[in-house]
């Protein structure tokens, strides 16, 4: 997936990609009925995100069995869209700089509660990295 398509997504096109992967496939009504509390839009503006989706490399639609529905299925999965926008903001944001990174990663724990699980996982990582430059 090229960088330039990753920085042209929005918040409403992601939580659009979250029902889509949830559900595995959607058609527009269901994804304006999953988001309609948090938001609530024209049926007209989520075809039209969706197309845009679509047209980003996104998605795909195949014809329901009904013959008149479009159903859309992610091209992605959401752990390679995860790091590929994760890498782009790591290169971009903080010009690929590792201490930058963990300076944002303190100031971030400062300011959000992080679990005792978490903490383990976090040191279970860094453990296997070591691991591999040993």
Known sequence: MKKS???TLGKLELEIMHVVWDKDQATVQEVKDALEKTHPGAY?????????LENKGFLK???????RTYVYKPL???EELSANIFQDIYERLFRSSSERLLDAIDALFQKEKITYEEVQNLKKLIAEKEEQNE
């Open 76 to 78: 992605i999965n959401r």
């Open 44 to 52: 007209s503006t989520f075809l039209t995100m969706m197309r845009s």
């Open 61 to 67: 639609h195949d014809m329901h069995e009904d013959g």
């Open 5 to 7: 398509k990753l920085s």
